[in-house]
């Protein structure tokens, strides 16, 4: 598994712990302890997975398009999952038209 797709995973999962748990711990019980040890690492979390899908259109695996799709995939919960499961999906539908037409000649 590379960088890329485990920053995505850990992202994803530090956001619902965040949405999900931290705030309304803090909202509704009083108690914001939570969102400051998971607001920092969420922070955090972030910003690596922006440098990483900018970093991965500045190698050429991504087009201009895509990189901005995937940091807008960034903002809501489960969003860095999705941006990589059709990444995969694209992938493998471009290797099958590949193969098909490598098979045909």
């Known amino acids: 598994m590379n960088l890329f797709r485990i920053s995505g995973i850990l992202e994803t999962i530090s956001?619902?712990?965040?949405?999900?748990?931290?705030?309304?711990?803090?909202?509704?019980g009083g108690n914001e302890v939570l969102v400051k040890i998971i607001g920092p690492i969420h922070g955090g979390l972030f910003v690596l997975y922006?440098?990483?899908?900018?970093w991965e259109q500045h190698?050429?695996?991504l087009t201009s398009n895509l990189a901005i799709k995937g940091m807008i995939a960034a903002v809501p919960p489960g969003g860095p999952i999705w941006f990589e499961r059709k990444l995969n999906k694209d992938s493998q539908q471009t290797q099958d038209v590949i193969q098909t037409q490598t098979t045909v000649v």
Do not use: N
């Open 15 to 28: 956001t619902i712990a965040l949405f999900f748990i931290a705030v309304p711990l803090k909202y509704i």
């Open 50 to 54: 922006i440098v990483l899908v900018w």
């Open 59 to 61: 190698q050429g695996r």
